[in-house]
């Protein structure tokens, strides 16, 4: 299979790709913004800390929540489009596993949209790898909340509320709950595809995932491919694709991903991750250890386990 596929910045969309191919397009033109937003996001410590060590100050009070209001409207921004990639996600696995044709044909066929899927994949690794170095987030959310429930106490109803009714801000509260919320997303997303569409066979999708993790892991491990990537992001791409699918396929499959009789090399790719320079693949490595479903198992073996360790 190309080898490059997944990192080829030319790969164009046949006619009959175009469709999903744009509507993909339109989601993916806007997660660099979101991941400059997120980068940005500096949250409302200090205000919130003086807030609540002096509950008499008004002064104090109004200039926390005047703080936290505008982060709230982003956090909702990001949510929203957690909602946006689930869907784009889903149109990907279908048009990347319907019948005639195999996982392989597929990705071959369609070199666009898995271009789209690997890319999808990056941006949630990126956006999961920002949240969880970011503590203020959930503090800045607890505060809204907390303040929220004592004015509906005192019946005050705030503009906010407008924006944020309290519906959305339970669904925010469970979405940044998640340690990585953008792979627990994509992973729901994955398993309601494969529960929705029965008569698919599930290794439709569990082959496409599979595959696309040995092309990322032959391009990191051999020289030859090595030495054509351009730059340390698009040997990042490769990495953060390549512990995405894992991730997916670990959700999906039965068994998941760590078993012997599972279809990705785990000890292979492990070991890539390993020789890279640490502080760049330490957020992956913890992708692993914790958003993955089957690693703590019985069935995975002892070394699989030390190697995460």
Sequence with gaps: METSLLTSPDAQPTEGEREIWNQISAVLQDSESILADLQAYKGAGPEIRDAIQNPNDIQLQEKAWNAVCPLVVRLKRFYEFSIRL?????????????PPYTPTQ???????????????????????E?????????????????????????????????EVNNEMA??????????????????????HFVSENKTLPIENTTDCLSTMTSVCK?????????SRFT???????C?????????????????????????IDMKGCIKVLKEQAPDSVEGLLNALR???????????SKQIRAMLQ
């Design 86 to 98: 689930e869907k784009a996600l889903q149109s990907l696995l279908e048009s990347l596993t319907c």
């Design 106 to 128: 597929h990705l071959e066929r369609e070199q666009a949209l898995a271009k789209e899927f690997a890319e999808i994949l990056h941006f949630t690794l990126r956006f999961d």
């Design 130 to 162: 920002l949240k969880m170095r970011n503590p203020a987030i959930q503090n800045d959310f607890s505060y809204y909340r907390r303040t929220i429930s004592r004015n509906r106490i005192n019946n005050m109803h705030l503009d906010i509320e407008n």
């Design 170 to 191: 339970n669904r925010m509260s469970l979405f940044y709950a998640e340690a990585t919320p953008m792979l627990k997303t994509l992973s729901n997303a994955t398993m």
């Design 218 to 226: 032959v391009m990191l491990e051999t020289p030859e491919y090595r």
């Design 231 to 237: 730059s340390e992001e698009t040997l990042m791409f």
């Design 239 to 263: 990495m953060r694709v390549m512990v995405g699918v894992i991730i997916l396929y670990d959700h999906v499959h039965p068994m998941g991903a760590f078993c012997k009789t599972s279809k």
């Design 290 to 300: 914790f958003t993955t479903k089957h690693l703590n198992d019985e069935s995975t």
